[in-house]
């Protein structure tokens, strides 16, 4: 019983990841524009951040709506696999969950902010207005 469970939700993700992805491609949202030193400004600030993430995750692609409709360059890492990105995030930001944003301050400090909501309320509060 385990295996047709488990080969039910595989074979789910497989036909819906990229109807997802997709959706996404098409819906992105036109990003801001700011005066080229604006922009250069932001990007230096978004060097800090890391978003950890999962390619099919409808969590991550709000959060990566986000990013694209203020236009950010934040690094993106898909912590799906199992590896070095994976094993980060569980050892210093304490869980696997997705999508979470690494926010190192000036001193090399890190910061794990869990959950969409709070990721989006913080990059708009932080940029909008940059």
Known sequence: MKFF??????????????????KETLTRPKGLERPQAAQEKVDQQCQALVLYQYKTCPFCIKVRQEISRLSLNIKRIDAQPEGPDRQDLLQHGGQT??????????????????????????????????
């Open 5 to 22: 469970i488990r080969f039910f939700f595989k074979t789910l993700r497989l036909i819906l990841g990229p109807v997802l992805l997709l």
């Open 97 to 130: 969950k997705v999508p979470c944003l690494r926010i190192t301050d000036d001193s090399g400090n890190s910061q794990w902010l869990y959950d969409s909501d709070k990721i989006v309320a913080y990059l708009g509060g932080r940029f909008a207005n940059a």
